[in-house]
């Protein structure tokens, strides 16, 4: 079930860590927000798994427009996308 959507951007960049460390991705201890996605082995697989993921967790689906290498670079810029569709939504 999709979490209420008051989250901030510190908070949306923990569920992303959490669901990109423990579900998709083989991360080490020194990955973090600024990590680069497709250096840590982000594919386009493992996006759709990730946009499946955060329609689950946070019930955002995002726009095709939305899919592309800079948004998903790393947790930082999707978190704050997240952001911009999560006030999107409220209004």
Do not use: C, W
């Not at 083989?26 to 996605?37: D, I, M």
């Amino acid at each position: 079930m999709a979490e209420q959507n008051h989250l901030d951007l510190a908070e949306l960049e923990g569920g992303l860590t959490e669901l990109i460390s423990g579900n998709l991705l083989e991360t080490g201890p020194s990955f973090n927000a600024n990590s680069n996605l497709y250096e840590a082995g982000l594919d386009s697989m493992a996006i759709m798994q990730l946009l499946l993921l955060i329609e689950q967790k946070f019930g955002i689906m995002l726009p095709e427009s939305d899919l592309s290498r800079e948004n998903f670079n790393d947790i930082r810029s999707l978190a704050r996308l997240l952001e911009k569709r999560l006030v999107a939504q409220q209004q």
